[in-house]
């Protein structure tokens, strides 16, 4: 029997809208409807950038989404200081005051979000306590919940991020921000990326999972939490002491693991999750396709390669409905159960996928109905797709074809 996600009881009650997710009373599917609703497949009304603030705030979800920041005043404030403080902000709009994101969604429409905000504090005598950091914060920065107070802020923070990468790699203080792009646009592609890679470390928190050509190259995608902070600690260390010539030359070759250990950080290195060898051993040419599963599963608003997601069932999923409960399976499996994406993938070439959960996963549990639609969505047919023995270069020219050939399959099958 399942267990409810939010008090663990066991319980075969699910929700309503989707059937996914186990809840034990209606009071712990309130609890948790402030995250599940941008994962829910009929939700009851129109998801908004409130929402999606709510849900990272209380969710396992990093806030990315453009829109969203944009909207609630994160794509104008200048450094992780005030981002703190504008989250503290928000936390005890929701937390502490009870405040709904239909309503917020409802202040900022009507363009008096700024206005509300305040008056909620002062409702509940923020103003005559000095010692509400985040009121005083607050009441101190209007202008960032304004966008005509700062409509290019995102082209400022690109621009101080690129500006920053430049000096860090040795560039001229005084070449302008036009300058720096229009020289890197002329560098060969993998030091192109490179350098993006560097405007995410020593510009900003790290590359998001929103940018796999990051999040996968550089590793982040074998930690659990999307942050991934000992990584971001490593490659710290690692530009600190290593040449931006060092480091490109170390990518294109697949040899940063061997970079990091010459540059005395072996003991780091080793404390990393096994995986991180392994991909940074293949990146960037062959990034196994089980990484792109993961960015679509926990990212889907993320660019991700469609045809790597045809080993794991995609293909036996005839519509968006299923392709979703597939994909929201899936991002359980990273997320909730902790499986190992080597193994997974190990178990998808095999055409066991369904059989490895059942036998290695001691806490892997759904009704009936989910295990009938995860038998026959996860009956693969990998070993006829891919050859065994294969590099994973000569796997993804496979993959194309059977996609290509996927494609073409549909297409007639759809035809009078």
Request: with cysteine; aromatic share 14%; glycine share 6%.
């Amino acid at each position: 029997m399942r267990t409810c996600v939010v008090c663990k009881t066991p319980t075969k009650k699910t929700c309503t809208g989707c059937s996914r997710i186990t809840y034990c009373s209606a009071q712990c599917q309130r609890k948790h409807w402030i995250c599940h609703i941008i994962d829910c497949e009929n939700p009851g009304r129109e998801i908004t950038t409130a929402d999606r603030l709510a849900a990272s705030l209380f969710g396992h979800y990093i806030l990315h989404d453009k829109q969203t920041m944009s909207d609630y005043g994160f794509c104008r404030i200048s450094g992780p200081e005030e981002v703190k403080f504008l989250f503290l902000v928000y936390h005890e709009m929701f937390q502490v005051f009870g405040i709904k994101p239909p309503t917020l969604h409802k202040w900022r429409v009507e363009g008096r979000l700024y206005q509300e905000l305040i008056a909620t504090y002062e409702r509940a005598g923020a103003g005559e306590n000095p010692a509400n950091k985040n009121f005083l914060w607050l009441s101190e920065h209007p202008q960032i919940f304004y966008s005509e107070a700062g409509e290019n802020r995102l082209k400022g923070q690109e621009d101080y991020m690129a500006l920053k990468a430049w000096t860090y790699i040795g560039g001229s203080e005084s070449t302008s921000p036009e300058d720096v792009i229009e020289e890197v646009d002329n560098w060969p592609y993998r030091r192109r990326i490179c350098f993006l890679f560097y405007m995410t470390m020593v510009g900003s928190d790290g590359p998001p999972m929103d940018l796999p050509v990051f999040w996968m190259d550089y590793g982040f995608c074998v930690f659990t939490d999307h942050i991934a902070e000992p990584l971001q600690k490593l490659y710290s260390l690692l530009l600190q002491r290593c040449t931006f010539e060092e480091f490109c030359d170390a990518y294109a070759t697949s040899s940063l693991i061997t970079l990091m250990d010459r540059k005395g950080l072996r003991d780091a290195r080793r404390k990393m999750p096994d995986a991180l060898e392994v991909v940074l051993s293949q990146s960037p040419d062959n990034i196994s396709p089980i990484w792109h599963l993961k960015s679509f599963a926990l990212s889907p608003e993320a660019n991700y390669r469609w045809g790597a997601l045809i080993p794991y069932g995609f293909a036996n999923c005839p519509d968006r409905t299923e392709s979703n409960q597939l994909r929201h399976f899936y991002a359980r499996l990273f997320t909730e159960w902790k499986v190992s994406p080597l193994q997974l993938h190990n178990a998808a070439m095999q055409d066991c996928i369904f059989e490895y959960l059942c036998d290695s996963l001691p806490t892997f549990q759904v009704n009936k109905t989910e295990k009938k639609f995860l038998r026959r969505v996860l009956g693969t047919h990998n070993r006829r797709i891919f050859i065994e023995g294969s590099s994973t270069t000569e796997q993804w020219q496979t993959l194309y074809e059977w996609t290509f050939a996927f494609i073409l399959y549909l297409a007639f099958s759809a035809s009078p």
